[in-house]
């Protein structure tokens, strides 16, 4: 976090079916987080070496304040810096940064 805290998150998609036939099924996405000093109470954490850096992901407080330009899961674009758009060429950033002028 850009705080220098970590913590732990789980995270999962629940499905609910249709109310009527043929009708829309509702997708929903969950997290849920915790300060890692109290993560090896969570069941989850069983198996995580907490103080290996291959089992850390850094992730922003959220996409339209994340300084991580080459982030492939951002859902907005970062506020205050431009978006490249090149009809021409694609990118896995959905939304990849303006190049510096």
């Not at 913590?7 to 509702?26: C, E, H, M, N, V």
Request: glycine share 8%; proline share 9%.
């Amino acid at each position: 976090m850009p705080d220098g805290r970590s913590y732990f998150w789980i995270a999962r998609t629940a499905d609910s079916p249709s109310d009527r036939y043929l009708g829309p099924q509702k997708s929903f996405a969950i997290g849920l987080g915790c300060d890692l000093a109290h993560a090896d109470k969570l069941i989850y954490s069983a198996g995580i070496d907490f103080t290996c850096a291959d089992a850390t992901v850094p992730i922003g407080a959220g996409c339209k304040i994340c300084d991580r330009p080459a982030c492939s899961q951002r859902a907005f674009p970062y506020l205050g810096a431009g978006v490249r758009v090149d009809e021409h060429a694609s990118s896995n950033l959905p939304y990849p940064p303006a190049a510096d002028s």
